[in-house]
T-cell receptor, first 112, second 116 residues
């Protein structure tokens, strides 16, 4: 069974620090990787997607993909209290249609 | 672009009753997905449509569940003879299929179902 693994946290970081969120996946041939943010009681909101090895930056967010090691990470620079949420990693597995397979999410708490 | 919308936002029902949820995707999107999310878990795939064709159904989707997208626009998800285990957030997402595996799915606000 194809799986996505995340540490459930909570991950606590002080305001202004860098938050690092990690995700591993089971299928080496996977193609597409996504990070969603989900506030309590709300639906997932797309933050970033990445398809190729390396880094992709968008504002304060950087996604890093290493297909050989089968992990994808999300860095949040200058963390703000409003970044406190659950961050969901999702993968489109090769041969699995186009559905997203999600991890259980990592809860991030940014403390004042 | 008004985003993905879902109705109702909340539904409380008694065990054994039937419920139906509606999803309106982003207007130009040709793919529509249904997911279910329970507390502390990530969303789990249920089914998806490309235009009006239902292309895949999860094993999670028992015969009490049925989904339609009759004209390739909005979709409905019906649960018959609800059980307490059906209590969850039901999420709809839509996307525009472009390159293989390279599509981004945008989620609606969800319908929270509570079965008493």
């Amino acid at each position: 069974q194809k799986e996505v693994e995340q540490n459930s946290g909570p991950l606590s970081v002080p305001e202004g620090a860098i938050a690092s969120l990690n995700c591993t996946y089971s299928d080496r041939g996977s193609q597409s990787f996504f990070w969603y943010r989900q506030y309590s009681g709300k639906s997932p909101e797309l933050i970033m997607f990445i398809y190729s090895n390396g880094d992709k930056e968008d504002g304060r967010f950087t996604a890093q993909l290493n297909k050989a090691s089968q992990y994808v990470s999300l860095l949040i620079r200058d963390s703000q209290p409003s970044d406190s949420a659950t961050y969901l990693c999702a993968v489109i597995f090769t041969g699995g249609g186009n559905k997203l397979t999600f991890g259980t999410g990592t809860q991030l708490k940014v403390e004042l | 672009d008004t985003g993905v919308s879902q109705n109702p936002r909340h539904k409380i029902t008694k065990r054994g009753q039937n419920v139906t949820f509606r999803c309106d995707p982003i207007s130009e999107h040709n793919r529509l997905y249904w997911y279910r999310q329970t507390l502390g878990q990530g969303p789990e795939f249920l089914t998806y449509f490309q235009n009006e064709a239902q292309l895949e159904k999860s094993r999670l989707l028992s015969d009490r569940f049925s989904a339609e997208r009759p004209k390739g626009s909005f979709s409905t998800l019906e649960i018959q003879r609800t059980e307490q285990g059906d209590s969850a957030m039901y999420l709809c997402a839509s996307s525009l299929a472009t390159l293989p595996y390279q599509e981004t799915q945008y989620f609606g606000p969800g319908t929270r179902l509570l079965v008493l």
